[in-house]
C-alpha cells in the first residue's frame, strides 16, 4: 500500500502567519491527492483535489502543489477558523490511503 | 446543498454484525461512486471501501476483505456497508462520503465530497 507521511503532526502558529503541511508518498502518485480539513466533532471538508485544484468555496488562502511524492498545502495568511486537523489522501492506487494527519492550533 | 445521512451503528460484540445505510438528499448524488471512510476515536481518517456507479467494481482495504460487503440500490438511492465478524478495531465512526470519479488533463481523479455526519460502531463485549 502507498504510505503517506504527513509533517509536522502538529502545528501552533498565530493568526496571521504562513502555514505550510507536508505530504510524502511512499511512491511516485502523479498529482492524484487530495487535502481535507476536519474540525473536532464534524466530518471532514474537502479543500483541494488533484494536488492544487482549490475545491469550489474553499477560501483561496489556501492552496496546495506538488507531483510524485511530495505535496505541500499551505495557508497563506492563518485565520481562527483554520484550527483544525488537515489530511492528505492519495486516490492513485488502491487501497486510497490518509496521511496522519496535521493538528494546527492557533497561539 | 447534497446531504449524506448515514444510520445503522450501534453497539455488538464481537464476532456480531451489523448493516450500515447511507441515504443522499439528491438523486444525482447516487450517480456516482460512493465510499466509505473510518476513523477510530481519537484516531485518523482510513478509507474502507468504495464502489463505482452500477455496483459492478468494489475495492476494500485488506483488513475487511472478506468480513465487509458494500452494496447500493439506486432504485432505493441507498448504499450499504455489510460488516461480518466484527473486532474490536472496527471501532470508529462511520462516514459515507461521496467519491466523485472525473477525467481531467489525461488523468482520473477523486473528490470526497459531500460527507455524511457519521454514525458510530462500537464493538464490545
Known amino acids: 500500500a502507498t504510505q503517506l507521511t504527513q509533517s509536522p503532526s502538529s502545528l501552533s502558529a498565530s493568526e496571521g502567519d504562513r502555514v505550510t503541511i507536508t505530504c510524502r508518498a511512499s511512491?511516485?502518485?502523479?498529482?492524484?491527492l487530495g487535502w481535507y480539513q476536519q474540525k473536532p466533532g464534524k466530518a471532514p471538508k474537502l479543500l483541494i483535489h488533484?494536488?492544487?485544484t482549490l475545491q469550489s468555496g474553499v477560501p483561496s488562502r489556501f492552496s496546495g502543489s506538488g507531483f510524485g511524492t511530495d505535496f505541500t498545502l499551505t495557508i497563506s495568511s492563518l485565520q481562527p477558523e483554520d484550527s483544525a486537523t488537515y489530511y492528505c489522501?492519495?486516490?492513485?492506487?488502491?487501497?486510497?490511503?490518509f496521511g496522519g494527519g496535521t493538528k494546527v492550533e492557533i497561539k | 446543498e447534497v446531504q449524506l445521512v448515514e444510520s445503522g451503528g450501534g453497539l455488538v460484540q464481537p464476532g456480531g454484525s451489523l448493516r450500515l445505510s447511507c441515504v443522499p438528499s439528491?438523486?444525482?448524488?447516487?450517480?456516482?461512486?460512493m465510499s466509505w471512510v473510518r476513523q477510530a476515536p481519537g484516531k485518523g481518517l482510513e478509507w474502507v471501501a468504495n464502489?463505482?456507479?452500477?455496483?459492478?467494481?468494489?475495492h476494500y482495504m485488506d483488513s475487511v476483505k472478506g468480513r465487509f460487503t458494500m452494496s447500493r440500490d439506486n432504485a432505493k438511492k441507498s448504499v450499504y456497508l455489510e460488516m461480518n465478524s466484527l473486532r474490536a478495531e472496527d471501532t470508529a465512526v462511520y462516514y459515507c462520503?461521496?467519491?466523485?470519479?472525473?477525467?481531467?488533463?489525461?488523468?482520473?481523479?477523486?473528490?470526497?465530497?459531500?460527507w455524511g455526519q457519521g454514525t458510530l460502531v462500537t464493538v464490545s463485549s
Open positions: 462520503v461521496r467519491d466523485s470519479n472525473y477525467f481531467y488533463n489525461n488523468g482520473w481523479y477523486r473528490k470526497f465530497d459531500p
Open positions: 488533484a494536488a492544487s
Open positions: 511512491q511516485g502518485i502523479r498529482n492524484e
Open positions: 439528491s438523486f444525482a448524488v447516487i450517480n456516482d461512486w
Open positions: 464502489m463505482n456507479r452500477d455496483g459492478s467494481e468494489i
Open positions: 489522501l492519495q486516490d492513485y492506487t488502491y487501497p486510497l490511503t
